[in-house]
């Protein structure tokens, strides 16, 4: 873990204690005190915050498996922090069931952001993992066309080449048994690029299908 992390939370913890400490003290004043007392916390929490962004900036310079370690503690101490606000908004708030409401009303806020941004990260990366399938299919398709046109060409030149043979059937009796033997080595390519068609048309729906299923069960949870 990086030294510097550790430092940064170390103060982190010290100032969280003292400031939950002042909110404790300030609740049960009244008048100057409890204004002066409420403004050193307002000052702590300015500190707090300072010190939430070095440890943000330090983390997300370490490497990834370190970095998802600290980001984590990260995400607890931005917690804290919150809550002492919070805490300090329910001081200085002359109603307190208003504060508790909107307490209440920031915190579904802040789950329904995090939950839509979660989706919006999931759908991305659905997305993105879909453009690259249709990438493979599009590439797969144009191999098949490219092999399927040329076993067409091949065919097709074969066999222009087996009727001027037969033309010299008279002369090169010899021609006819090795055209017979094109002919069953072409055969067997064209069932073969039959066969080798239907199978790629087989995996690129199994794939859209894979897809499809992906995407639905990301999207419904």
Not at 25 to 52: N, P, T
Request: proline share 1%; net charge positive; charged share 30%.
């Amino acid at each position: 873990m990086s030294q510097v992390f550790e430092g940064y939370e170390r103060q982190y913890c010290e100032l969280s204690a003292n400031l939950t400490k002042k909110c404790s003290s300030a609740s049960i004043l009244d008048g100057e005190q409890k204004k002066q007392k409420v403004s050193e916390i307002k000052a702590g929490l300015d500190d707090a915050e300072a010190l939430i962004r070095k440890m943000d900036l330090e983390a997300r310079s370490l490497p990834p498996n370190v970095k998802a370690t600290l980001l984590a503690k990260l995400r607890e101490y931005k917690s804290d922090l919150n809550n002492l606000k919070t805490e300090v908004k329910r001081i200085t708030s002359a109603n307190a069931n208003q504060a508790a409401r909107d307490e209440l009303l920031e915190s579904g806020m802040a789950d329904a952001m995090m939950v839509s941004a979660d989706q919006r990260q999931r759908l991305m990366m659905s997305t993105e993992r879909l453009n690259h399938s249709s990438d493979r299919i599009r590439e797969s398709r144009k191999t098949m066309l490219e092999t399927e046109e040329l076993g067409v060409s091949i065919l097709q030149d074969l066999h222009q080449q087996r009727q001027s043979l037969l033309h010299a059937h008279d002369t090169l009796h010899g021609v006819d048994d090795n055209i017979s033997r094109s002919k069953k080595i072409l055969t067997t390519m064209s069932r073969r690029m039959s066969r080798n068609k239907w199978i790629i048309s087989s995996i690129i729906a199994v794939l859209v299908l894979a897809i499809l299923l992906v995407l639905y069960f990301k999207l419904a949870h």
